[in-house]
């Protein structure tokens, strides 16, 4: 039954913030858009909570998604800040690389041989940190392209378990011989077919993007690990895969530089994966 519902249109300003977000990192397509296939509630309303069970499930499952993708887009706005700070810093590691470079070049000019050597050094470890500053940038860059990945992963998988609700609250109509105006049943099974695709090329993505990320990081690691040794101290800097960030408890992530929607970075287990087939109902009755 394609009939609008007054919620309908809450439902899509619940993601209309991070829609264009989640579009951006999406391909080809426009990005993800609203359910265009809705059951009225009021008809199956008169049913025993005990029969609707398996609405009242995929309604909470439903939630949970929407909390996963707000969270996402949470995770994004901080990475996009942590981002901007890197980027200031590693214009800051340059000037202090061009000002240790013109220090050693005057050391050598007074031909002081402890003025000199202590020049070197400090210009060697002025060369690492504009290096290390280099790449956590690039790190930092690709965690933020991942968490775009995340977002738009995240919305589609929202989409996905609306579309479950909406198929569960069908599939009850159907198996009480309720069949409202308009209602075809083959309707919603198709929406949720088709969402749960989308949700499996998304998480695609995502994970592509993670492993981008992963490797960025490892680069940044090492080189920065060659700086810290030179430098003699262990850099403070956040390392969000690492759950390295500023705060508190590293399960959720910390300093609110989280990692995905279930605060490790992970998609859902197995038995929530959009890209497992989807069980065909088996109708009682009805159309």
């Given amino acids: 039954m394609t009939r609008p519902r007054p919620f309908a249109i809450l439902r899509a300003a619940v993601f209309a913030l991070s829609l264009a977000a989640a579009a951006a990192c999406g391909g080809g397509d426009s990005g993800p858009k609203p359910l265009s296939t809705h059951f009225q509630q009021s008809y199956i309303a008169q049913l025993s909570v005990d029969e609707q ?13 929407k909390r996963e993708q707000a969270k996402a887009e949470a995770d994004l706005r ?16 340059k000037l202090d690389e061009d000002s240790a470079r013109k220090n050693y070049e005057a050391a050598k000019a007074s031909a002081d041989q402890n003025r000199i050597k202590d020049a070197e050094k400090a210009q060697q470890a002025a060369q690492l940190s504009r290096n290390a500053a280099d790449e956590r940038v690039k790190y930092y860059q690709n965690y933020h392209d991942w968490l775009k990945s995340l977002l738009r992963y995240t919305t589609e998988n929202a989409y996905w378990r609306e579309a479950q609700y909406e198929l569960a609250m069908a599939r009850l109509a159907q198996k009480k011989s309720i069949a409202p105006p308009g209602f075809n049943y083959d309707n919603f099974v198709q929406q949720e077919s088709t969402r749960a695709k989308r949700g499996a090329d998304a998480r695609g993505r995502a994970d592509e993007a993670k492993g981008k990320a992963t490797e960025a990081r490892q680069k940044w690691l090492a080189i920065q690990g060659e700086a810290d040794k030179v430098l003699g ?37 197995p038995a929530d994966d959009p890209a497992q087939p989807t069980p065909q109902p088996q109708p009682e009755g009805g159309q």
């Fill in 233 to 269: 101290k262990k850099n403070e800097f956040p390392d969000p895969m690492g759950n390295k960030a500023p705060g508190t408890d590293p399960s959720v992530g910390a300093g609110g530089m989280t990692i995905g929607g279930s605060g490790d970075g992970q998609a859902p287990p």
């Fill in 78 to 93: 901080e990475a996009k800040n942590t981002l901007d700070v890197a980027k200031n810093e590693a214009k800051a590691a």
């Fill in 53 to 65: 069970g398996d609405v009242v499930a995929a309604n909470s499952a439903w939630d949970v998604a």
